[in-house]
């Protein structure tokens, strides 16, 4: 996708705080081209930045979709204050709306999780409020991890959630994925009954990525990010 696809969500910590845009100067995913998307955060500060499609249909989209990508929680000052993710169906503009994030939790070694939450809050920890599923296997700083999440809005209110992931080290950017099932996160349902997460699914909205955190030098970076709409 192109830069002019994206735009900013309003509310997010600005450049003179986080740091963010193209870069080579850092490694890419296996397989993928010269250039990344990071974030460095500049100042002791807490919040998130975030971008989401801004296309017809995207900008909302009217009913669910998938996001996938590249994701790494860098090497930074520290091991924790920080998490990346992807999201979907976030219900306005804002990082303070709240959204459906698939990413990396913010723990040393961290988990991939998924959390139904508002986007300035990011992951948090793996079994922090808002966490839907996490993984079984942990990562270490510096892990590229290939994700994808789909939110399916079916008819009768529900959203089915479903999180995969893709080994690099057998299928690199480029290639013809291999999603699978992520060990430890099966298919969720967010009922319309407000059972299974205590608040109504969100069956529409916009999708895209960003960076929480909470303490400097910070860094997260993504590659080959992709966004398809439920049609």
Same mark, same amino acid.
């Given at each position: 996708?192109?830069? =002019?696809? @994206?735009?900013?969500?309003?509310?997010?910590?600005?450049?003179?705080?986080?740091?963010?845009? $193209? =870069?080579?100067?850092?490694?890419?995913?296996? *397989?993928?081209?010269?250039? +990344?998307? *990071?974030?460095?955060?500049?100042? +002791?500060?807490?919040?998130?930045?975030?971008?989401? $499609?801004?296309?017809?249909?995207?900008?909302?989209?009217?009913?669910?979709?998938?996001?996938?990508?590249?994701?790494?929680? #860098?090497? !930074?000052?520290?091991?924790?204050?920080?998490?990346?993710?992807?999201?979907?169906?976030?219900?306005?503009?804002?990082?303070?709306? !709240?959204?459906?994030?698939?990413?990396?939790?913010?723990?040393?070694?961290? /988990?991939?999780?998924?959390?139904?939450?508002?986007?300035?809050? &990011?992951?948090?920890?793996?079994?922090?409020?808002?966490?839907?599923?996490?993984? *079984?296997?942990?990562?270490?700083?510096?892990? @590229?991890?290939?994700?994808?999440?789909?939110?399916? #809005?079916?008819?009768?209110?529900?959203? $089915?959630?479903?999180?995969? !992931?893709?080994?690099? #080290?057998?299928?690199?950017?480029? =290639?013809?994925?291999?999603?699978?099932?992520?060990?430890?996160?099966? /298919?969720?349902?967010?009922?319309?009954?407000?059972?299974? =997460? &205590?608040?109504?699914?969100?069956?529409? &909205?916009? #999708?895209?990525?960003?960076?929480? $955190?909470?303490?400097?030098?910070?860094?997260?970076?993504?590659?080959?990010?992709?966004?398809?709409?439920? +049609?």
């Amino acid at each position: 996708m192109a830069s =002019t696809d @994206w735009s900013y969500l309003s509310d997010g910590l600005d450049v003179n705080m986080v740091d963010r845009g $193209v =870069t080579a100067g850092v490694g890419s995913a296996p *397989g993928g081209e010269p250039f +990344v998307f *990071g974030f460095n955060s500049l100042l +002791v500060t807490q919040g998130a930045v975030g971008l989401f $499609v801004n296309q017809p249909n995207f900008a909302p989209m009217p009913k669910g979709g998938s996001v996938r990508g590249a994701v790494q929680r #860098a090497p !930074s000052g520290g091991a924790t204050g920080f998490s990346p993710f992807l999201y979907l169906c976030a219900r306005g503009p804002s990082v303070r709306d !709240s959204a459906y994030m698939l990413g990396l939790s913010d723990e040393d070694p961290h /988990r991939i999780v998924l959390k139904k939450g508002l986007i300035i809050g &990011g992951i948090g920890e793996s079994d922090g409020p808002g966490v839907l599923l996490r993984s *079984g296997q942990s990562f270490a700083q510096g892990s @590229w991890v290939h994700l994808r999440l789909d939110a399916i #809005a079916n008819d009768n209110g529900d959203v $089915v959630l479903q999180a995969f !992931s893709n080994d690099l #080290a057998l299928h690199p950017l480029g =290639t013809t994925p291999d999603w699978r099932e992520i060990d430890g996160m099966p /298919r969720f349902i967010d009922d319309q009954l407000a059972i299974n =997460t &205590g608040t109504q699914p969100f069956t529409s &909205g916009r #999708a895209g990525f960003g960076f929480a $955190v909470r303490d400097v030098t910070r860094r997260a970076y993504f590659d080959h990010l992709e966004v398809m709409r439920q +049609v």
